[in-house]
């Protein structure tokens, strides 16, 4: 009777083992088909006008009298402000720097013997502004200044006008959205090319959005930029 019971526990443990290696083994196929996947990247870009302008205005004014330098220095800068609001630019978008002179007899290197004048003053008026479209005219019609006597100075760096998009937040849904739909349309291709089937998503991360001018002509026109990294369960 021992021996009987000792050779049917045996065969219940040879087939426990049997039933539970292969439940393993099922479990181990189906874990490794599940973690089949493939990383896609969607790219969604839009273009949009730029809502804030930026626009520094630098005049020069010379002379041999401190003060005649500093007045036409004012008289300058009253004339800008005139012609700006003349354009239908309003007052508070407009700001003035502190004057910056300079003494050339008063400069430690030498060179300003033959210099016609003593005083150089400068100063810069800045515009901060939403209606970007009206700037962009004002500025077609700065050559008007010249004609009314302003000294109009500045390199092409320090006077160039910035353009600034603020309404990233109202489009980076739809954006997403965009990006998302995209990579899923990349990872069915690539299912469909690989005979399998797509599942669901196993990470996804949103890549930082990026504002860049469209082209240096256009500046005022904004590309707007964003890559989603998704992951994706593929199974047979």
């Known amino acids: 009777m021992k021996d009987q019971k ?13 039933v539970l290696g292969y439940f393993l083994r099922d479990a181990a196929i189906s874990f ?22 930026i626009w ?4 020069t004014e010379a002379g041999n009298s401190l003060d005649g330098t500093y007045t036409a220095l004012e008289t300058s800068a009253e004339k800008v402000r005139s012609f700006l609001i003349d354009q ?15 003494d ?9 013997e033959n210099t016609e ?8 008026a800045t515009l901060y502004s939403e209606n970007v479209d009206l700037i962009r005219d004002v500025m077609s019609r700065l050559v008007d200044l010249g004609k009314q006597g302003v000294t109009l100075s500045g390199d092409e760096y320090s006077v160039r006008p910035e353009y600034l998009f603020n309404r990233l937040n109202e489009i980076k849904p739809g954006m997403i959205e965009q990006a998302t739909i995209e990579a899923r349309q990349v990872a069915e291709k ?9 599942g669901k998503i196993k990470t996804a991360s ?17 590309k707007v930029r964003v890559v989603s990294t998704i992951v994706y369960y593929l199974s047979d």
């Open 190 to 198: 690539f299912a469909d090319d690989s005979n399998s089937e797509l």
């Open 56 to 59: 520094p205005i630098q005049y």
């Open 88 to 102: 239908g630019i309003a007052a508070d978008e407009l700001s003035f720097s502190t004057p910056v002179l300079t």
């Open 104 to 112: 050339r007899s008063a400069q430690l290197y030498g060179g300003n």
């Open 32 to 53: 490794k088909q599940f973690e089949r996947t493939v990383t896609v990247k969607g790219l969604a870009e839009q273009e949009h006008p730029a809502d804030v302008v």
């Open 117 to 124: 004048f003593r005083y150089i003053a400068s100063q810069t």
């Open 206 to 222: 949103q890549g930082q959005f990026s504002i860049m001018p469209r082209d240096n002509n256009t500046p005022h026109i904004k």
């Open 6 to 18: 000792l050779v049917g526990l045996g065969i219940a443990i040879v087939l426990g083992l049997s």
